[in-house]
């Protein structure tokens, strides 16, 4: 039987979120590998590129978040068959990945530098891609992302969603995806409310 580890900070969110979900979900067995921030440099010695999340899948390391969680996605039925759909579904996962990335440099800024950073990522940054992942949304039919149901890219758009509304991010409004992508907010209550996901939340 195959052996996985999933390696990773101590947070309910970030690149290994929807990764975590998508194995749970599917009940697949694997190590949820959790460390504290400040170990980062020990464990970002251990990967050939000084990043996390990887995979462990027995003894062969595999990088890059977004092959990871389509990985995580086919074992677990939550990707697309359908190669249109798929398309569509690496397509929504892509863009959240470029929400994340557009985010990530800001967590490094303190101060007044933070401040106008964040400002900027209101205004400028972020409102382009968060209106583009809801078209898609509104474009499927407005549930799920890909194929009628649920798929790796809705656990990785709530993710995102719930970061970005969660206040965790000074500056940022808390109610910027209600501003821009309202459509987004009812998505990500949807997902939530999946009861797999829902009782994964309560026994965390």
């Known amino acids: 039987m195959t052996q996985l580890k999933v390696s990773y900070f101590d947070v309910d969110g970030g690149r290994a979120e929807p990764i975590r979900l998508a194995f749970h979900l599917g009940g697949i067995a694997f190590e949820d590998y959790r460390f504290p921030y400040t170990d980062f440099p020990q464990e970002a010695a251990k990967t050939p590129l000084g990043q996390v999340p990887v995979l462990y899948v027995d003894d062969v390391l595999i990088t890059q978040s977004s092959a990871i969680l389509r990985y995580a996605g086919k074992l677990t039925n939550l990707y697309p068959d359908d190669v249109y759909q798929a398309l569509i579904c690496d397509e929504v996962i892509d863009v959240a990945e470029d929400i994340i990335n557009k985010i990530v440099p800001t967590l490094f800024l303190e101060g007044d530098a933070q401040k106008v950073a964040r400002k900027q990522l209101a205004q400028d940054g972020l409102p382009k891609y968060l ?74």
């Open 131 to 204: 209106s583009h992942i809801e078209s898609k949304l509104i474009q499927q039919g407005g549930k799920y992302f890909a194929d009628n149901k649920l798929s790796i890219a809705d656990l990785k758009v709530m993710s995102i969603v719930g970061w970005l509304n969660s206040g965790g991010l000074d500056h940022l409004p808390t109610d910027l995806v209600a501003n821009i992508a309202p459509q987004l907010n009812q998505h990500m209550q949807l997902i939530s409310s999946n009861a797999d996901i829902a009782n994964y939340y309560a026994n965390r």
